[in-house]
Nanobody, 124 residues
Framework: QVHLVQSGGGLVQVGGSLRLSCAVSGGPFSSNAMGWFRQAPGKEREFVAVITRSIGITYYADSVKGRFTIARDNAKNTVYLQMNGLQPEDTAVYYC?????????????????WGQGTQVTVSS
């Protein structure tokens, strides 16, 4: 069974940067599409970014395009989310997720395993 452990996050000022990491164990990491989602208080969980399993095709939500970068290191079984130019509206709990089969999706229900979540707070 795939297990995801997140690290990173915290408090940052507007315009600052943070990097989130998600280490995957218990399964064939390279066969999973990996995504990042976020959930702000009182809102539904929303898609942020995804990277496919093999050649690493990426796709981003419009709200983060040009500021966030998703990357994966298959040798380390880890996926990253580099967040630059952070804004108050980026404040949320961020989750990494794995989808077996490698095909990317922006839908929460399409993912099979989730990290524990990590808080990102952007202060103005």
């Amino acid at each position: 069974q795939v297990h995801l452990v997140q690290s990173g996050g915290g408090l940052v000022q507007v315009g600052g940067s943070l990097r989130l990491s998600c280490a995957v164990s218990g399964g064939p990491f390279s066969s999973n599409a990996m995504g990042w989602f976020r959930q702000a208080p009182g809102k539904e969980r929303e898609f942020v970014a995804v990277i496919t399993r093999s050649i690493g095709i990426t796709y981003y939500a419009d709200s983060v395009k040009g500021r966030f970068t998703i990357a994966r290191d298959n040798a380390k079984n880890t996926v990253y989310l580099q967040m630059n130019g952070l804004q108050p509206e980026d404040t949320a709990v961020y989750y990494c997720a794995a989808r077996a089969g490698g095909i990317y999706s922006i839908k929460v229900d399409d993912y099979d395993a989730w990290g524990q979540g990590t808080q990102v707070t952007v202060s103005s």
